[in-house]
C-alpha cells in the first residue's frame, strides 16, 4: 500500500489553515501532520515531522514564508505550494522553486489542480529514490559470491555510489532509468517542469527542480550561470563579454551559453579560484 503524501501547513491565519485542511482531507492520499501559524515554528517543524508537501503563506509576523525557506537546510526540503493573496508574488514564488502557488479565497478547481501537481512530483522523487537505494543495494553485494542458498553472483561493471551528489545521477526519462558520470554531463537547463541534461549531443528530461539538481551537484565541478543553466565548469573554453554586463559562456562541443549578471559572482569566485 503506498503511504500517504506527509503534509505541513503554514499560515498565520487560522481560516485559512481549516481552508486547506478541509480540501486536503476531501482528497486521499494525504495526511496532515501538522499545523503552523508562524514562519520560526514552519521551521522547526519541518525538521521534526519531515513533510513531503509543505503549503506556506507568504505574509507572516516574524518570519515571511521566503525568509523560513531560506532556513531550512536542502536536505530536508520539502516541495513547496505558496499560500498568498496577492498573485504579484506568483512569479518570486517560481524563482525560489515553488511547486505551486494558490490564490485566498481558495478556488477549489485551482487547489486541487496544485494537489495534483504536487502528487505527481512526489510520486517521481519516491520512485527516484527507491532507484537509488536499489542500486546502492547492489553496489553493496558486488564481488559477493554467495547471496542466499545456492545463488551466486559475478561481479560486474557498476558505478561506484560514494555520494549521489558526487559520483552518480540517477534520472527518470519516461519508463527508463538512466545512470550518469557527472563529468559526462554538458550542461543543464531547465524545460517547463523538467530538467534537460545534454550529454554528448543527447537531451535527457529529468523531473526535478532546478534547486535541488543544484544541490545534488559538486559545486567545484558544476555552477549556475542563469537562472535556467547549470554548467559543467570542465566544458568551459571561452568566456565573451556582452555589452550588458553578461558573458557568453562557449563550450567545448560549441555550444553558447548566456551567463546572467545575477550569477556573474559565481562564475568570477570559479575564475578566482583558478580550479
Given at each position: 500500500?503506498t503511504?500517504?503524501?506527509?503534509v505541513?501547513v503554514?499560515?498565520d491565519?487560522p481560516?485559512?489553515r481549516?481552508a486547506v485542511?478541509?480540501?486536503l482531507?476531501?482528497?486521499?492520499?494525504?495526511e496532515?501532520?501538522?499545523?503552523?501559524g508562524?514562519?520560526e515554528?514552519a521551521?522547526?517543524l519541518v525538521h521534526?515531522?519531515?513533510?513531503?508537501?509543505l503549503?506556506?503563506?507568504?505574509?507572516?509576523?516574524?518570519?515571511?514564508?521566503f525568509?523560513?525557506?531560506a532556513?531550512?537546510?536542502k536536505?530536508?526540503?520539502p516541495?513547496?505550494v505558496?499560500v498568498?493573496?496577492?498573485d504579484t508574488?506568483a512569479m518570486e514564488a517560481?524563482?525560489?522553486?515553488?511547486?505551486d502557488y494558490?490564490?485566498k479565497p481558495?478556488e477549489d478547481e485551482r487547489?486541487?489542480?496544485?494537489?495534483d501537481?504536487?502528487?505527481?512530483?512526489?510520486?517521481d522523487?519516491?520512485?527516484a529514490?527507491m532507484q537509488?537505494?536499489?542500486?546502492?543495494?547492489?553496489?553493496s553485494v558486488?564481488?559477493?559470491?554467495?547471496?542466499?542458498v545456492?545463488a551466486s553472483?559475478?561481479?560486474?561493471p557498476?558505478?561506484t555510489a560514494?555520494?549521489p551528489?558526487?559520483?552518480?545521477i540517477i534520472?527518470k526519462?519516461?519508463?527508463?532509468v538512466v545512470?550518469?558520470?557527472?563529468?559526462e554531463i554538458?550542461?543543464?537547463?531547465?524545460?517547463?517542469d523538467?530538467m534537460?541534461?545534454?550529454?554528448a549531443?543527447r537531451?535527457?528530461?529529468?523531473?526535478e527542480?532546478?534547486?535541488s539538481?543544484?544541490?545534488r551537484?559538486d559545486?567545484t565541478k558544476?555552477?549556475r550561470?542563469?537562472?535556467s543553466?547549470?554548467v559543467n565548469?570542465d566544458?568551459?573554453v571561452?568566456?565573451v563579454?556582452?555589452?550588458?554586463?553578461?558573458?557568453?559562456v562557449?563550450?567545448?562541443?560549441g555550444?553558447?551559453?548566456?551567463?546572467?549578471?545575477?550569477?556573474?559572482d559565481r562564475l568570477q569566485?570559479?575564475?578566482d579560484?583558478?580550479?
Amino acid at each position: 500500500m503506498t503511504p500517504p503524501i506527509r503534509v505541513l501547513v503554514v499560515d498565520d491565519e487560522p481560516r485559512a489553515r481549516r481552508a486547506v485542511v478541509l480540501l486536503l482531507n476531501s482528497r486521499d492520499g494525504f495526511e496532515i501532520v501538522g499545523e503552523a501559524g508562524d514562519g520560526e515554528t514552519a521551521v522547526r517543524l519541518v525538521h521534526e515531522l519531515r513533510p513531503e508537501l509543505l503549503f506556506l503563506d507568504i505574509q507572516m509576523p516574524g518570519l515571511t514564508g521566503f525568509e523560513a525557506l531560506a532556513r531550512i537546510p536542502k536536505a530536508e526540503m520539502p516541495e513547496v505550494v505558496f499560500v498568498t493573496a496577492y498573485d504579484t508574488y506568483a512569479m518570486e514564488a517560481f524563482a525560489v522553486h515553488a511547486l505551486d502557488y494558490v490564490l485566498k479565497p481558495f478556488e477549489d478547481e485551482r487547489f486541487h489542480a496544485a494537489v495534483d501537481r504536487a502528487r505527481e512530483r512526489i510520486r517521481d522523487a519516491r520512485a527516484a529514490g527507491m532507484q537509488s537505494r536499489l542500486l546502492d543495494l547492489l553496489e553493496s553485494v558486488r564481488g559477493f559470491p554467495n547471496v542466499g542458498v545456492g545463488a551466486s553472483i559475478a561481479p560486474t561493471p557498476f558505478p561506484t555510489a560514494v555520494s549521489p551528489r558526487v559520483d552518480r545521477i540517477i534520472l527518470k526519462n519516461g519508463s527508463e532509468v538512466v545512470v550518469l558520470k557527472p563529468h559526462e554531463i554538458d550542461w543543464i537547463e531547465a524545460d517547463g517542469d523538467y530538467m534537460k541534461f545534454h550529454v554528448a549531443g543527447r537531451g535527457i528530461l529529468h523531473r526535478e527542480t532546478m534547486a535541488s539538481l543544484e544541490a545534488r551537484l559538486d559545486p567545484t565541478k558544476f555552477r549556475r550561470i542563469h537562472r535556467s543553466t547549470i554548467v559543467n565548469l570542465d566544458r568551459i573554453v571561452r568566456l565573451v563579454p556582452c555589452s550588458n554586463g553578461e558573458h557568453t559562456v562557449v563550450l567545448v562541443d560549441g555550444s553558447r551559453l548566456r551567463s546572467s549578471k545575477g550569477y556573474q559572482d559565481r562564475l568570477q569566485e570559479w575564475l578566482d579560484s583558478g580550479s
